[in-house]
DNA sequence: AAAAAACTTGACGATTTTTTCACGGCCTTG
DNA sequence: CAAGGCCGTGAAAAAATCGTCAAGTTTTTT
């Protein structure tokens, strides 16, 4: 299913950072560790965490100044750890865009039940963002979104293989996928299949979409190496 | 800026109450007081405040019962308020769907930031929300306000859950809604509920909106992934 | 405290989907 | 032109999924 959710620590004092970790791993998230400002900003633009956890503390750059610069460019929820509770600093971490902030010593599951509030808030956002994305060519229309074939606006009804592949093929359309892309795409890196359950899918798929099975119109065959859908 | 936003206030001492009054109102917010659990649900559901702070301490329901009944019909950001530092209670308010927990004593400013995040994060919510009020096809109609569902104009009674499940699908009429996404939705993150649960559901409901619920008009079950209805 | 309603769980047949198997056509190659 | 690889197709076998009923448990109402 889905992979882990990854969180960045930014934290300069190895000791916390390693307490830290550990609660996240723990909790079946990825970590990723940055011991000042200026790296855990280049760790938000190369991995895209779900999470970070940013300590004002550090010793390069203001903490602050790493929240504006995360802000600038991104949603991703911020929950600020710090030691200072001086109301002052909490109230501008949290005007400047923080979700939340929690103030050193706190106890590993409250870490983690704000780390969860923070993401169903940044879940709710994303589902909702998302924009519609469809792929349409000629009569044949595929809405991602609302998992919806139709053909000359009629709907047509593919089962749970078919429509990935279909969608696979469509989200790469113009590009050959490879059997052996596919088949792992679609059945998963271990599965034992070979490609004869390949060609049945196709076959059927075809019989649903294409006119003409036999002289396909929108997925083609690359003989020996795999399928291609019009672009 | 339209008219100003409500927070309504939940709490039973009366001087602490006065106090978050006083903090609230000097700072443009519309106040509304309760003074204990049943009130403030009440209120909650006549007045649809924009944000509640929710002291647990309430002399008649437990407050975690108030917060469990608020989110049990709406996604209004609450605060819980408490003089209680245990972290299981932080926890449990939490994944309860509280948005923040603030413990006392604590300053106005915080407070006000505190507010404002919460508020942050509903507002960018129900900017992309624009929700409908109703949903209507074809002699069915689910009025989301009212909480009414009605076929034919006649008013058919549904349990908390398959109303639920109703509206979560007329809400997005037309999508395909994963068992996982619903099951999540519904049961909430850390239920461990397999679809069993939902096929039983849908039944129920199809037996009470559908005129053949083994050929449904309204509700389709897109096998292996999840269920959809008419747009 | 009893009764009613709502919710959950387990089992089973019917249907749909997925996989496997067998065969025939087409193209390439020797 | 025969052989072999590759692909599409039809049908049958195997597996998974769905709706439904019935029984058990919890919660709410009376």
Redesign the pocket.
């Known amino acids: 299913m889905a992979s882990r959710q990854t969180i960045l620590i930014i934290e300069d004092e190895k000791n916390i950072g390693n307490y830290i970790e550990t609660i996240v791993i723990s909790n079946q998230y990825k970590a990723l560790r940055a011991k000042n400002g200026m790296e855990g900003l280049s760790l938000c633009t190369s991995h895209h965490p779900d999470l970070i956890l940013l300590d004002l503390g550090l010793p390069d750059v203001d903490g602050m100044d790493v929240l504006k610069r995360i802000r600038s460019f991104s949603h991703v929820p911020v929950i600020i750890i710090s030691a200072r509770t001086q109301e002052r600093e909490k109230v501008e971490a949290l005007d400047q865009g923080a979700d939340d902030y929690i103030t050193k010593p706190f106890g590993s599951e409250e870490l983690l039940a704000r780390i969860r509030t923070a993401m169903r808030h940044s879940v709710q956002l994303s589902n909702l963002m998302t924009q519609e994305q469809k792929y349409s060519k000629a009569g044949l229309e595929i809405d991602f979104d609302k998992r919806l074939v139709t053909l000359e606006g009629k709907e047509i009804?593919?089962?749970?293989?078919?429509y990935k592949l279909v969608s696979l093929l469509a989200k790469n359309a113009g590009k050959v996928l490879t059997?052996d892309f596919i088949l792992k795409e679609i059945?998963g890196p271990f599965?034992?299949?070979?490609?004869?359950?390949?060609?049945?899918?196709?076959?059927?798929i075809?019989?649903k979409l294409e006119k003409n099975?036999?002289e396909?119109f929108y997925i083609f065959?690359?003989?020996?190496?795999?399928?291609r859908m019009k672009e």
């Open positions: 009804h593919l089962t749970q293989i078919e059997y059945w599965a034992d299949t070979d490609n004869q359950i390949l060609r049945v899918n196709m076959a059927n075809r019989r099975p036999a396909p065959t690359e003989i020996g190496v795999g399928y």
